[in-house]
């Protein structure tokens, strides 16, 4: 019998992606204090709903996760998250076909790269815009 000695552990990291010309369109729009507030109101519903895709998933609702992935879309594109709006397109794709190794696949970089997304952001509010 062989014994393994060695095991690579592999790290997924996700790339994140901020459209700073999206944030700046809508700091632009309305006045600092009310644009602080949609953004941080985004990052909070953001959080919510990801956990909510994950709950669905683990409960095998791929047409109920399929619409909440729908609307991490819209949140996400609204204060510039475009690789997480990509990831949430792709979730709905997998839900469609139904392909659920490509979905777990998928959720995964959806969870991953929201945190990353919601991070970046967060960091971002230190910075005047």
Do not use: F
Not at 5 to 28: K, W
Not at 60 to 82: H, P, V, Y
């Amino acid at each position: 019998m062989r014994v393994l000695t060695n095991v690579t552990q592999i790290r997924l990291a996700e790339p994140v992606q901020v459209n700073h010309d999206r944030l700046d369109a809508l700091y632009s729009e309305m006045d600092p204090v009310n644009a602080e507030d949609v953004v941080c109101r985004a990052m909070e519903e953001l959080a919510l709903r990801m956990a909510h895709c994950d709950r669905l998933y683990r409960a095998g609702d791929l047409d109920e996760l399929r619409k909440s992935s729908r609307s991490l879309i819209a949140i996400a594109d609204q204060i510039g998250m475009t690789v997480l709006a990509q990831v949430a397109r792709d979730v709905v794709a997998c839900t469609e076909a139904r392909d659920q190794v490509a979905l777990a696949a998928t959720l995964g970089r959806l969870l991953r790269a929201g945190e990353g997304s919601l991070t970046a952001i967060w960091d971002l509010q230190d910075i005047t815009i």
